[in-house]
């Protein structure tokens, strides 16, 4: 499906490009050539290939949130890389007084 210079100054223009005549040829075959390939797609025969994506956005099966005994803080600070006076010591974030 070949395109004219009109359609690419068009499709400039909504995309509010300007193009040199040099550029406009270059989009127009370039364009043409995508528009072939899409056409020769949909020639294609998809009746039996089943789909490998959906526009449908599927719901998020989350399981329920359930209330649970926590670590005792004496094994979670363990872990930490420093501690001290029963929490977690980490780097100064601010300078100076905040």
Known sequence: MPLSKQDVDHIAQLA???LSDEEQERYRQQLSDILDH?????ELDTTDVPAM?????PQSRLRPDEPAAAMPRTDLLA???????????????LDGDA
């Open 16 to 18: 509010r490009l300007h």
């Open 38 to 42: 899409v056409s020769k797609l949909q």
């Open 53 to 57: 994506a959906s526009i449908v956005v």
């Open 79 to 93: 872990n930490a890389p420093e501690a001290a006076e029963q929490q977690f010591k980490v780097p100064p974030v």
